[in-house]
């Protein structure tokens, strides 16, 4: 059964991950994937809504999907969503298996599809003004190959 | 009443994250729209934009409104 939290408050990242590797130690290898808020030009922070009927049950479907493919030990996904400044984490993936091809493979499957298909729209704030980012044409290249 | 929700960059169209219409009884979606401004009603039913009554996403075909219903405007996702 995958691990999967939707955060409105910051995390760490570090400590969500040492708890996650201490409680599969059957796995011989775990594939972690961190995304943070970049430090970019003006921009002073970002956010990200969600929508809460949607946006939690869409990862715990994602995750259900990787854990059918793949012969996963344990599961880990965080997402944030609100207010974030350079630096702060956004998503953490981890995958746990017994084989490291797995985890690699189900880390990076979450992640395609947490870029492209999942239920949050984002917005940066740069000078002093919000702009809301639009889907990029690689987020859907990515998804493709899956 | 019914709750129209305005996701993303809608909420910027609509100039609030959502907003409260009274219906005399159950709605078309073209009624509800009708009740808009006519650029913002063209900005909820652009292409890539999905609609959810009351947390579940729904097709604009045929959709209904009724009293009490939530209704949100969801544009495309710009990903995690």
């Not at chain 1, 999967?4 to 991950?17: H, I, K, Q, Y």
């Not at chain 1, 996650?20 to 030009?41: D, K, N, T």
């Not at chain 2, 994250?17 to 979606?29: D, F």
Request: charged share 20%; aromatic share 6%; hydrophobic share 55%.
């Amino acid at each position: 059964m995958a691990d999967v939290r939707l955060e409105l408050a910051p995390f760490d990242s570090g400590a969500a991950l040492a708890a996650f590797g201490a409680a599969h130690p059957q796995a011989g290898g775990i594939v972690s994937f961190l995304g943070q808020v970049r430090l970019e030009g003006e921009v002073e922070a970002l956010e990200l809504r969600h929508f809460a009927p949607l946006t939690l049950p869409g990862m715990e479907a994602l995750a259900a999907t990787a854990e059918a493919r793949w012969l996963l030990a344990g599961l880990l996904v965080i997402h944030r969503s609100g207010l974030m400044h350079p630096g702060d984490p956004i998503v953490l993936v981890a995958a746990a298996a017994r084989h490291r091809r797995d985890a690699f493979a189900a880390a990076e499957f979450i992640m395609d599809h947490l870029k492209s298909d999942s239920w949050f729209w984002k917005r940066e704030l740069a000078a002093g003004q919000w702009r809301w980012i639009e889907p990029r044409a690689e987020d859907h290249a990515d998804i493709a190959r899956w | 009443m019914a709750m129209l929700l305005f996701l993303g960059r809608l909420e910027d169209r609509a100039g609030a994250p959502q907003q409260v219409l009274a219906l005399a009884g159950p709605t078309p979606l073209a009624g509800v729209l009708d009740r808009l401004p006519a650029e913002l009603a063209a900005a909820l039913v652009a292409p890539g934009v999905r609609m959810a009554r009351n947390g579940t996403l729904v097709s604009p075909q045929g959709l209904v409104i009724d009293d009490g219903d939530e209704l949100a405007f969801l544009p495309p996702v710009s990903g995690g």
